[in-house]
DNA sequence: CACCGGCATTCAGGTTGTTGGCATGGTCGG
DNA sequence: CCGACCATGCCAACAACCTGAATGCCGGTG
């Protein structure tokens, strides 16, 4: 995997990057928020992003939020000297993954690095290698990414959730719109239609098949 | 899973709608006989049908048997006021799958349904190898696996519910054409053909035999 | 408060797969 | 050998679906 990390502290900097290099991982790194926004943007292919918080030029919640709307939708961890819960909360509002106090164990670092990569289908194992981010709604593919809005994501995620197999109308309405609201029949075809076009935008080599009459499957 | 309810009691559907959702599981509910067979048949979705017994317009063993001859596969949880052993056997018979009686516990109830559900995934209960999936309208065999058409499924669904014994045209056309539809003899054969065609595309060994005056069967 | 941008929803029109039925030719039973 | 029944190929009508664009609905911004 590819990882990436913003943290000022050069020490800190140097052990993250020894650990991961142990542990089998690339390490790509910046120094401050600035740096991080030039490595770290959409055409970037990190896999994780490690970010600190307390940056000397910024925040790292900040620097995330930047990268996201800049279409990065890697999952994020995010580093703080503050161990509050409200930090930790404004953390996860801000679009990261998962939350680490200093000092932390660089194997606890590794470990939960490790499972945010590794997110996506552990049952059903799609061949194609599309990953869905539930905390930014952002999909990826080995060829590019994409943020999705929530309805959309929701859609997908029903689909994805069967690969190769069909997933009827009715279920794809009950996921997308859990309330149970009554949509048009046409808002659904709608919705498909999007996601198919920013799933073709990332030269994603998955799509969606219409079954009529049926539903939808992943191939 | 997409559980279909009929049940004449408010206080019960609802109850048991709501612990259903929490357990993770869509429900489809239907308050009497008929509604239960325009919304449970061949080619509806659901994996578990819970059939109450006592119903206003009819037995919810007429019903099942009803669906079945429908072609409708998914196995069937009765519920009933009465107690007895007797009609715990008559609900089997009826090609019932389980049974609880009247007070029941709710918790007791979606383990048995999700028991079920687990048990016959891709459901059908035929012995040559032929598998139909309501939830996709595919079928697949040993070489090989196609979509079908909903009404080529419910179709097909008639005849291989009783494999080996010949299907009359009627019963034929009252599993394709639920609503009772008049259609053209003509129409029956032509279903026929795309079925078998796509039968032996797939190189099925099984075939539908024609049974000169009488209807059809699966061999 | 007016404006803007993103999202959800709906509409109108074109496109395509499914249906149902016709015409024709084959096959079976008497 | 004839009529009833079924198989086959084909086509028109329809419903399901796709597509592009317009509308309404917020939450944020100047």
Redesign the pocket.
């Given at each position: 995997m590819l990882i990436g990390i913003c943290e000022d502290d050069p020490t800190i900097r140097r052990l993250v990057s020894q650990a991961m290099g142990f542990a089998g991982h690339e390490v790509l790194s910046a120094h401050n928020g600035g740096e991080a926004l030039r490595l770290f943007g959409a055409d970037s292919a990190v896999d994780v992003l490690v970010m600190d918080i307390g940056l000397p030029d910024s925040d790292g919640r900040d620097v995330t939020q930047a990268l996201r709307s800049a279409g990065q939708v890697a999952p994020v961890v995010f580093l703080t000297a503050l161990g509050s819960v409200h930090d930790k909360l404004s953390g996860f509002g801000a679009g990261g993954d998962d939350y680490l106090a200093k000092p932390f164990d660089v194997k606890e670092l590794i470990a939960r690095v490790e499972a945010l990569g590794r997110r996506g289908r552990p049952t059903s194992h799609d061949p194609s290698g599309l990953v869905l981010n539930p905390a930014t709604h952002g999909i990826r593919s080995e060829s590019g990414q994409v943020?999705?809005?929530?309805?959309?994501f929701r859609m997908l995620a029903a689909i994805t959730s069967r690969p190769g197999e069909v997933v009827r109308?009715r279920t794809v309405v009950a996921a997308?719109?859990p309330d149970g609201?009554?949509?048009?029949?046409?808002?659904?075809?709608?919705?498909?239609?999007?996601i198919?076009?920013k799933l073709d935008s990332i030269g994603s080599p998955v799509t969606?098949?219409?079954?009529?009459?049926?539903?939808?499957r992943l191939l």
């Open positions: 943020l999705l809005t929530p309805t959309e109308r997308a719109w609201a009554v949509v048009n029949e046409n808002t659904i075809d709608s919705f498909i239609r999007r198919r076009t969606i098949q219409t079954v009529r009459g049926v539903g939808f």
